[in-house]
C-alpha cells in the first residue's frame, strides 16, 4: 500500500509564509504608486530604481497581487495624482485604489543621505575613506477607506569606504554603494509590512479548535488514514479539528478493512476489531466487521 505521508512541518511553514494562498482567498492587489528623492543629493534615475525595488519585495512576499506599472501609470496620469502629496488625500486614494482594483497603495522614499569623506595623509599618501548612511521610508494606505495602515522607515549605512563621497551628486562607486542601501533598506521595510499582513491574517482567521481522538483496533498495528493520508498506526491518539467529519480508515494486512465518516469530538474513541478475510473460491467474499465507537 502506496502511503501518503502529510510533511506537518512543511505545511505550518507555508501558513506562516503563504497565508492568503493556502486559506483559498486571493491576495489582495496592490499598487506601487510612487518612489520620491526627498534629498538633495542627485542620484540618477533613483525613483526607479525605487521602484524596482519595491515592486520585487512586495511581490516576494507571495502576500500580494502587484497591480501592472503601466496601468498604475495611466491612472495616475488621468486623474492627475501628484505623488508627492496625492496618498495624504483620501479622496484621491480612494478613487485611485477603484481604478486599479487595488487593496492598498504603495510610496516609497528617501528621506536622508548622510555623506562624510575623511582625508588621511602620510608618508606622501593620501587616502581617503567614506562614510555614508540613507534613510527610507515606507507608506502604505488602505485604498477603501483612504487610512494610513502602515507607515515606518530605516536607516542603513556603510563606513570605512575606500572612496569619496560628494553631497550633491552621486555616481561610480558611491551610486553602486548607495542601491545597495536601498535596495536592503527596501526589502527590510517590505519585511515588516509583510509580518504585520500575517497578523492580521491570524486575527481575522481564528484558529480552529483541536481536540484529542484515540483509535486503536484489534489486532493492533492497524494502518490509520483519514481522507487517504497516512497518520499511524494503531494505537495511536491523534489532535484534529473538531466539528469536521472525517473519513477514516482502519486497514490491515491479510484482514477486512473499515472505512466509516466519524463527527469529530472532545476525547473520542474509535476501536475497530477486524477479522481475517476467509479463504474463499475464486468469486466469493465474507466480510465480518465489528466497531465499537465510544466518547468519553
Known sequence: ????????????????????????????????????????????????????????????????????????????????????????????SIQLGKMLGAKYLVAGNVIDINCKTTEFRGYGVTTHRSFVSVT????????????????????????????????????????????????????????????????????????????????????PGADVEIGGIFFGNTPCELFLEEGKVLEITVSLAGYDSWTKKVLIRPDLKITATLRETPRTAPGQTQVQVQVGIDSQ
Open 1 to 92: 500500500m502506496q502511503r501518503k505521508v502529510l510533511p506537518f512541518g512543511l505545511f505550518v511553514l507555508a501558513l506562516l509564509v503563504f497565508p492568503p494562498l493556502l486559506s483559498g482567498k486571493e491576495p489582495p492587489v496592490i499598487a506601487v504608486v510612487s518612489f520620491e528623492n526627498h534629498t538633495r543629493v542627485y542620484i540618477p534615475d533613483v525613483e526607479n530604481m525605487g521602484l524596482q525595488y519595491l515592486e520585487s519585495a512586495l511581490l516576494s512576499t507571495g502576500q500580494f497581487t502587484l497591480a501592472d506599472r503601466l496601468t498604475v501609470d495611466r491612472s495616475l496620469t488621468e486623474i492627475g495624482f501628484s505623488s508627492a502629496s496625492g496618498l495624504v488625500d483620501p479622496a484621491y
Open 136 to 219: 527610507l521610508g515606507l507608506r502604505v494606505v488602505d485604498a477603501e477607506r483612504g487610512t494610513v495602515f502602515f507607515i515606518d522607515q530605516v536607516t542603513l549605512s556603510r563606513e570605512n569606504l575606500p572612496f569619496e563621497f560628494t553631497s550633491v551628486r552621486i555616481s561610480g562607486e558611491s551610486r553602486t554603494t548607495l542601491q545597495n542601501l536601498m535596495q536592503e533598506g527596501v526589502r527590510r521595510l517590505v519585511g515588516r509590512f509583510s509580518q504585520k499582513m500575517t497578523q492580521l491574517v491570524s486575527q481575522a482567521t481564528p484558529s480552529a479548535r483541536t481536540v484529542r481522538v484515540f483509535i486503536d483496533s484489534i489486532p
